[in-house]
């Protein structure tokens, strides 16, 4: 697992592991500072000391073998592992042509020095310059925000409003500069693949072209190197569209944050101040704790955390709460204060405070506090509706009326889907041609509609259904198997994904990949290939549910699958998949004794729903319950990046949003191990061994999606948060759960614990 995506919403919580992950990007870029001013010490050497070298090439080559680059998500494409290995490979050049001394430097300063020292001095100094600025403000806001709650509620209004006012400017500039400075963080991490790598491709470059004696390895080398400037490119490419997007959301989250703030049906979190009673006559003190409520266990987890001091992390107290009220300030003289009653401290009440009025009612809302009045605090939001595209008759034929007219009179024009029309008449011509009157308008014949706006129409009309054309259900399906494994499983796997689409989706699909598949055809002509017409469809027909900065890092995989489709749209849409499991093959086994009769309620860990503790991925299965998921295709066209790098710019990319080149597990059966214990997991067999000796040899443990799963032995249960069930019993929206060994399902309307080995997945 790489470096965690920073999101933005988590601006506004700066919880405990936001403030983590952000430390850990902090310490990539300084690890990236430290391996720049190296390599770019190591390279004044071999211009100062030609006659060590040997020694100094060494040092260097040793130097690049060494690092690695770290990435945001859980999976690279093949261009960034292309990335990621160039430093072994740029290494291993090197002791070659140490070997046979036969390689000299020169131009190495302007090739190679002054572009990694600009990197660094204008890209990590600006971050480091950001970071500065946000532990300032961190440091204004906590400060200003604990002023202003000890503050006596029995001020003037105006005071009040006054100091109200001052917190909220304070926190407003806070998380302006949170925002910036973690859009800052992802960027330069993404930045640095290609800025800190195509400086030494050049380097290599000068090197074989001024020296004859490297003229065969310089040959060997042509190759490597044109297929590293392609991954350079579509890397870059990638980032400049992967920022439009994450500006885009950024901008979303700014004017509407609470739209993005990350609550759930199941839990809320955010800071609370926790009055703690002292002794007389030493009073009471409020403690900062980051807190997180379980609303259908009615548990309230905290968890102290001082951003002041480094930091700090303490220890995590947990209470079930009984029922909640508003304190008023004729009792306290504070505001914003909740009195929680506890059940499992009889006669104890727990006063906290929460850190404004919006925060204030949220928590009141989560707990399902009683305000003395009777007021109700819910909240509703609402958003704008787009054009009522639908993926019926009338846009079935508006698809074939548009790409008969694009193949009769565009085919060849340059930038086909990728010069976008004007927004207007793009507008005005999709509600036309969604309109049942006039179904019989033939574009292929109409002068009123340009080429340009014909596209940026069809491609408007698929981005506005209610559903992308691929689905959300199958989304993560696709995402995952262009993670990883062969060409051949990859083809396989879409094959198979496509022919789960609703039919109506599947036919409309089929007609879009046939048309763009004669357009890359014309590619020598209109300049999209295969590769560029991903790019352009990627996001058209693939989106995730949420806009989170995870999901656009994500986004990177979606032209590997278009571009699967187009070049075996005949295979894919013509023939029905030899193979397809559902499901993986259940290994035997007997049923095992419960042992965890013996264990008390209170030796194990209280299992409870937590967001931040689960690793949700999408699980796609294909043969003998073996992982289905794929590598990044092969580039998908032989274009130079001399040459067709142009329809490919960052210009033309960030015309249109949903344009953008996105930059972005196998399910568990039954084990024959009964007791529930920490690490256990459901491995399905591999494909080359037999189910029976799945036991012998088990998989690692691998997360757990939503999905139904079936009891194969009777359970009872001990405690109130256990299932008791039958053989054959369903359980729905099951989870992995925080205590290991279990799971966290629904059965007949009741949600509780399940014995991870007495079910399997469905």
């Known amino acids: 697992m790489g470096l965690h995506p920073l999101e933005f919403s988590e601006c506004y919580l700066d919880s ?11 310490a990539e870029l300084d690890k990236t500072n430290r391996f720049i001013k190296e390599l770019y010490k190591d390279g004044k050497n071999l211009i100062n000391a030609t006659k060590q070298l040997g020694m100094a090439q060494r040092k260097f080559a040793q130097n ?3 690092f690695q680059f770290e990435y945001i998500g859980d999976a690279k494409t093949d261009d960034e592992k292309c990335i990621d290995e160039s430093l072994q490979e740029f290494s291993s050049f090197l002791k070659n042509l140490e070997d046979q001394r036969e390689l000299m430097m020169r131009n190495i300063t302007e090739t190679l020095m002054k572009p990694l020292e600009k990197f660094r001095k204008y890209h990590l100094g600006v971050v480091r310059a950001e970071r500065k600025r946000y532990e300032k403000e961190t440091e204004k806001y906590y400060s200003s925000l604990e002023k202003l709650l000890n503050m006596s509620a029995k001020k003037k209004e105006p005071q009040l409003q006054e100091a109200d006012l001052q917190v909220e400017n304070v926190r407003l500039h806070f998380q302006e500069e949170s925002l910036e400075y973690v859009c800052k963080l992802q960027e330069i991490q993404e930045r640095k693949k290609f800025e800190c790598v195509e400086p030494m491709l050049a380097f290599f470059q000068t090197v074989f072209t001024f020296y004859h004696q490297g003229f065969e390895l310089a040959k060997d080398f042509d190759h490597y190197k044109r297929a590293l400037q392609i ?23 700014r004017e509407a944050p609470q739209d993005y703030r990350q609550t759930s049906a199941i839990s809320f979190e955010g800071y609370l101040y926790v009055q703690e009673k002292r002794p007389p006559p030493f009073g009471s003190s409020w403690v900062k704790r980051y807190s997180t409520f379980v609303k259908e266990q009615k548990i309230l987890h905290m968890v102290t955390f001082d951003h002041r001091s480094g930091g700090k992390i303490g220890e995590t107290e947990s209470v079930t709460l009984k029922s909640c009220l508003r304190k008023t300030t004729d009792v306290l003289d504070r505001r914003f204060c909740l009195e929680l009653d506890i059940t499992d401290r009889p006669g104890t009440v727990l006063t906290v405070q929460a850190l404004s009025e919006d925060d204030h009612k949220f928590w009141m809302e989560a707990m399902g506090g009683k305000e003395p009045f009777g007021h109700y605090l819910g909240r509703t939001y609402s958003k704008e509706r787009g054009i009522d595209a639908q993926l019926d008759e009338v846009g079935l034929s508006f698809m074939k009326n548009s790409i008969s007219a694009i193949e009769t009179r565009g085919i060849n024009d340059q930038g086909l889907y990728r010069v976008v029309g004007v927004s207007s008449k793009v507008q005005k011509l999709l509600s036309l041609m969604i309109d049942e009157t006039n179904i019989d308008m033939d574009l292929s ?28 259900g199958l989304y993560k399906e696709f995402i995952s198997l262009a993670k990883g494994g062969s060409p051949e499983s990859r083809i396989q796997a879409v094959h198979c994904l496509v022919h789960k689409l609703p039919e109506r989706n599947r036919q409309v699909l089929g007609l879009l990949m046939k048309h763009l598949a004669k357009v890359a055809a014309h590619s020598k002509q209109n300049l999209m290939t295969v590769a560029n017409l991903g790019v352009v469809f990627g996001p058209t027909l693939m989106r995730p549910q949420e806009d989170t900065v995870a999901a656009i890092m994500d986004l990177k995989f979606q032209n590997i699958v278009v571009e699967i489709l187009i070049e075996h749209d005949e295979k894919i849409f013509t023939d029905a998949p030899e193979s397809c499991p559902l499901s993986p093959a259940a290994p035997e086994f007997s049923a095992p004794t419960r042992q965890s009769k013996k264990l008390s309620r209170q030796s194990r860990p209280l299992a409870v729903y937590n967001p931040q503790a689960l690793d949700i991925q999408t699980v ?27 329809s490919a710019s960052a210009s033309e990319i960030s015309r249109e949003k949903n344009d953008h080149i996105p930059l972005s597990s196998s399910l568990s059966s039954g084990s024959n191990s009964r007791e529930p214990i920490a690490g256990s997991s459901l491995s399905a067999a591999p494909e080359s061994q037999p189910a029976s000796t799945t036991a012998e040899k088990e998989k690692p443990e691998e ?60």
């Not at 939503?706 to 729905?732: T, W, Y």
């Open 16 to 26: 405990p592991s936001f403030r983590e992950k952000i430390k850990s990007h902090e």
């Open 620 to 646: 796609s299965v294909v043969g003998d319950g073996a992982t289905l998921a794929t590598d990044e295709t092969s580039m998908g066209s032989n274009e130079s990046v001399s040459s067709q790098s142009s």
């Open 445 to 472: 014949t109409s002068e009123d509609w340009d080429v340009k706006t014909i596209t940026s129409t069809l491609k408007l009309y698929l981005r506005s259904l209610p559903e992308p054309l691929m689905t959300y």
């Open 231 to 253: 991954n350079i490119q579509n890397t870059r490419s990638r980032f400049e569209g992967t920022r439009s997007e994450v500006y885009e959301l950024m901008k979303r989250i």
């Open 64 to 66: 690049l073998g060494e």
């Open 703 to 762: 997360s757990v999606t939503s999905r139904k799963a079936k009891a194969v032995f009777p359970c009872e249960a001990e405690h109130d948060s256990e299932l008791s069930f039958q053989v054959g019993a369903i359980f729905n929206a099951v989870f992995k759960s925080r205590e290991p060994g279990w799971l966290e399902g629904e059965l007949e309307g009741k949600r509780g614990l399940i014995p991870e080995n007495y079910v399997e997945f469905m």
